[in-house]
């Protein structure tokens, strides 16, 4: 284990140092963010596909984030007492449901009704209560010069493994069109698979050791921290969080299955080349986010979060502009080179700025002020990228709150340094 103050032992060496329990939860990371790609991918497709206009879809789509914000902001804040694992495994259990009623109904309310109480991911990225449980206790593992690079490799990992899940649903579903299939059923035979997913990875966390699940504490007398586990760090965590749902907002007008629906829209793109399109754009930002705990080790973890997060987003409003598809899908790959350096630096600043014994509450309240963001947006950018003449708003409205957020981030917390840099 790694010691505050001690100096920083490198990437390879932060790997290195996992347990047991910490190769788990990075196995049921790699399970989970696998099928988040795979899924996200076909996922506004297959809603297509089943007969939903742009307006349903975008209602689903919301609904989806809805229901993963209510229903893992209660289970993340109250993981501690009820049992870190237990939660895990309930929330796996949860994409099982989800993806079963998926593949066997095309009824909108009750599609409605899974998406809404199920875990879904129409982003390709982290929902329901699995990132902020696992933050806090891979943060108990390791010291504050390891952890950033520890959660650099973590989302490595999950950039990894949603690149792979996007090209594997991208070939498996046009091989399966090829051989015969109705698109709508090669799209449910991976709505399926996302649901086998959530059974495996149910299996790997009750694998997982005692160690993982938080300290016993004393019975907290503040009538904030009752609710939402937060006592002294409040103040800092609701600020965070209103400005990461500043950002999660923005990126619900683009997040990958829109902008899989608009390459296809625009350019007629079939899913094998999305699927191509995606695992580039996710490898991409694996790469970065090493890169990402190298510059923060320089230059401080707020600098390296929005010195590469305004460049990122003006490459996403170039993006509708550009004259043609190759063009369009080089300035996307760039800007994923980019977006994504933020990623573990505000997972590791968070960690750094809170108490301790409040980590996995804060961890589970930013994420979750990011899911609510992220789930207005869809149910306006939907039907925007499905108008011709408005297919492009959703990108310009993106970048441009993102650049706002950017701003404001910086502007706040620029003078609060995590304890490695003080």
């Known amino acids: 284990m790694g010691l505050t103050g001690s100096p920083d032992p490198g990437l390879l060496a932060s790997l290195g140092a996992l347990d047991r329990d910490g190769r788990l939860l990075f196995a049921t990371r790699v399970l989970r963010m696998f ?12 809603l297509d596909a089943i007969g939903l206009d742009a307006i349903a879809i975008g209602i689903v789509l919301t609904l989806t984030l809805v229901g993963d914000t209510v229903i893992s902001l209660w289970l993340t804040t109250n993981a501690d007492r009820l049992g870190r694992r237990r939660v895990l495994v309930v929330g796996s259990l949860l994409m099982v449901v989800a993806g079963v009623v998926f593949a066997l109904t095309s ?9 809404t109480v199920g875990v ?42 949603t690149a792979t899940g996007a090209l594997g649903a991208g070939l498996l579903s046009q ?18 698979g996302y649901a086998l997913v959530g059974l495996v990875m149910a299996l790997v966390f009750a694998r997982v050791g005692a160690g993982v699940e938080a300290p016993p504490r004393a019975e907290p007398t503040d009538g904030i921290r009752r609710r939402l586990g937060l006592g002294r760090s409040r103040r800092t965590v609701l600020r965070l969080s209103a400005l990461f749902s500043l950002d999660a907002f923005a990126g619900g007008f683009v997040p990958q299955s829109l902008m899989a629906y608009w390459f296809h829209l625009h350019y007629g793109v079939e899913p094998a080349v999305l699927g191509g399109i995606f695992f580039g754009a996710n490898l991409l930002a694996a790469v970065s986010s090493l890169s990402a705990a190298r510059i923060s080790a320089r230059i401080g973890l707020v600098n390296t979060m929005v010195a590469t997060h305004l460049p990122s987003n003006v490459l996403l409003i170039l993006v509708p502009l550009m004259p043609n598809l190759a063009l369009a899908i080089a300035v996307l790959l760039l800007r994923f080179s980019l977006s994504q350096m933020d990623v573990p630096t505000r997972q590791s600043y968070v960690m750094a700025v809170v108490d301790p014994d409040e980590r996995s509450a804060a961890a589970g309240v930013t994420g979750i ?12 950018s939907a039907p925007l990228m499905a108008s011709a003449g408005l297919a492009s708003v959703p990108f310009f409205l993106a970048g441009g709150l993102k650049i706002v957020y950017d701003l404001l981030l910086y502007r706040a917390f620029r003078a609060v340094r995590p304890p490695e840099e003080g």
């Open 35 to 46: 099928g988040y790609g795979f899924l996200a991918v076909v996922l506004v497709l297959y």
């Open 107 to 115: 009824w909108p309310p009750l599609l409605i009704l899974a998406a």
């Open 120 to 161: 879904l991911s129409p982003t390709g990225n982290e929902v329901g209560p699995f990132l902020a449980i696992e933050q806090a206790a891979l943060s108990q593992t390791v010291g504050d010069r390891r952890r950033t690079s520890t959660f650099a490799w973590y989302n490595v990992a999950g950039y990894v493994a």
């Open 175 to 192: 091989a399966l069109v090829g051989a015969g299939l109705r698109s709508v059923d090669a799209y449910r035979a991976i709505v399926v």
């Open 369 to 380: 002020a990011r899911t609510t963001g992220a789930a207005l947006s869809p149910a306006l």
